[in-house]
């Protein structure tokens, strides 16, 4: 008889994840140095829309810069981890996390991105952590730049749009592949590398407004060229230091849908899909896509490439490909006889009548993730890593402190379940962190009423609170999917 993997594996990594900028705090302890998410303001929903607060230029950073101005920057202050790591990953650990994802902040290593030497109090600060977390046996994940470019390199060099930051990563990732070895395994090189095509600052450090001869997307993709040659160059490091390094590249991947069955809404949506997963498929598959190379041509996008460029993306791809999932568009050729849904970045993305939304207008789509897996793997056949799925959602606190937070649990069980499915179908998938276990600023909006957590933590938008951590209704539930390694949802 023929037999299939009826469940999760038993080495499958469950856990959490996190950004440096969203929960340390601590912006300027230890010898840090400012970074790129230091200089984004709070900025309150009436003023912004649902999403994206701003993509910020010049004028932001100066105002940021000056200290008179009486703005709250949050991602300065996170959600103080890097005071209570230990209090957190003992509630990681409680829960029988696996796996913990977190990224390291360079500019607590190098403060200003090109230092001669590491700031060896930065470094204290990780070791203090992966020891910790060895404590418990928690595997880390660890991404080596997760929207936080050093801004000495934004003002120095315009970010990722200079060849000059790919040396400097280069050496930043090499002083940490040396001193972990022997405690990280799993590496992930840029956090969502399609950020950079929606806001090159977030992304990659980049001021558009400085660049004022040229396209946004003309900055971006040359932008993103860097970066491919960067991860690549790590990705041979890594394995030159340590043989069983495991160094992923990481996606943004929103299923894309035709709303009908036109072909030519098929078309546009296999379009919008294609310009997404190009980027998984110049990390796995070493070279950029044939359709590339016309979408640039008739966009008149030029990617300056050095002699040798396309060879080192050739010769190191990465070992497994890493994703974040939260939602799925749908998108028409027609989209002005649709309903427009609010938090797409796409002008062609309508409303999806099959799906509920979140209350930031994501749209949610268990089954999207079954289909995004099966297609991700059939496309690369290299394991894959959901690295990031959750429900951000605003949370009541009762009064005996409880929080029920039945929607979340409802959210991450139909996703987790279909998940299953996938690996049924012969996904190879080996892991699983869900966005925020413990509640952190958004990347978005900078709100801390956007939570994500298991853990709640006491903080308001405008920074108030005790930041004391309470465990929600879904901190049990989760701990009896780990135990049951996904057995019981
Ligand atoms: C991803 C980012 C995370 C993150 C998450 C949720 O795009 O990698 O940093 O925060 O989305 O987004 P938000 O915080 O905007 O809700």
Redesign the pocket.
């Known amino acids: 008889m023929t037999t299939y993997q009826t469940g999760f594996p038993t080495n499958f990594l469950w856990g959490g994840a996190t950004?440096a900028n969203?929960v340390e705090g601590a912006y300027n302890v230890g010898g840090k140095g400012l970074t790129t998410a230091d200089m984004v303001p709070f900025i309150p929903k009436e003023k912004r829309g649902l999403n994206f607060a701003i993509d910020v230029n010049s004028d932001y950073i100066e105002k940021a810069l000056n200290e008179e101005v009486d703005d709250r920057y949050p991602k300065r202050d996170g959600v103080d981890f890097y005071h209570r790591y230990e209090e957190d990953i003992a509630l990681f650990a409680e829960m029988g996390f696996k796996a913990f994802r977190l990224s390291i902040n360079w500019a607590r290593i190098f403060p200003n991105g090109d230092d001669a030497a590491p700031s060896l109090e930065g470094l204290e600060f990780y070791d203090r952590v992966f020891n910790e977390l060895e404590k418990y046996g928690i595997e880390p994940i660890v991404t080596l730049s997760?929207?936080e470019t050093p801004l000495a390199l934004t003002r120095k060099y315009n970010g990722w749009y200079s060849r000059e930051l790919i040396p400097l990563f280069v050496k930043y990732a090499e002083t940490l592949f040396n001193r972990y070895r022997d405690q990280v395994t799993y590496w992930i090189t840029f956090?969502?590398i399609n950020m950079m095509g929606h806001s090159p600052y977030t992304g990659g450090g980049v001021l558009v407004d400085k660049l004022p001869n040229q396209t946004k997307e003309q900055i971006s993709y040359q932008a993103l060229h860097h970066q491919f040659v960067a991860s690549a160059l790590v990705t041979k490091l890594a394995h030159e230091i340590n043989p069983d390094a495991k160094v992923g590249c990481m996606l943004?991947r929103g299923q894309t849908y035709p709303v009908t069955n036109n072909p030519e809404d098929v078309l546009l949506a296999q379009h919008y899909n294609d310009l997404n997963l190009f980027h998984t498929d110049v990390h796995v598959h070493g070279e950029y896509p044939s359709f590339m190379n016309r979408y640039f041509a008739e966009n008149n996008i030029v990617i300056q490439k050095e002699i040798g460029d396309d060879e080192i993306l050739k010769q190191y791809p990465v070992d497994y490909v890493s994703l974040?999932y939260?939602m799925s568009k749908s998108v028409a050729s027609n989209s002005e006889d649709y309903e427009q849904v609010s938090g797409n970045l796409t002008t062609y993305a309508v409303k999806n009548k099959y799906l509920d939304t979140s209350d930031w207008g994501w749209q949610i789509d268990p089954k999207g993730l079954r289909i995004t897996l099966r297609d991700m793997y059939n496309r690369y056949r290299k394991p894959l890593f959901v690295v990031?799925n959750g429900l951000?959602a605003y949370d009541k606190v009762e009064e005996d402190g409880s929080i029920h937070d039945t929607y979340r649990i409802d959210y991450l069980k139909k996703h987790i379940e279909q998940m299953k499915e996938a690996v049924k179908e012969g996904v190879d998938l080996i892991g699983y962190t869900a966005?925020g276990p413990i509640d952190l600023i958004?990347?978005?909006?900078s709100e801390m009423s956007?939570r994500y957590g298991f853990i709640y933590v006491d903080q308001d938008d405008e920074g108030n609170g005790t930041l004391k951590r309470f465990k929600k209704d879904s901190f049990e539930w989760y701990k009896q999917v780990i135990a049951t390694n996904g057995e019981e949802l």
């Open positions: 950004a969203q997760h929207y956090n969502e943004a974040s939260y990031e951000g966005w958004s990347m978005s909006t956007k």
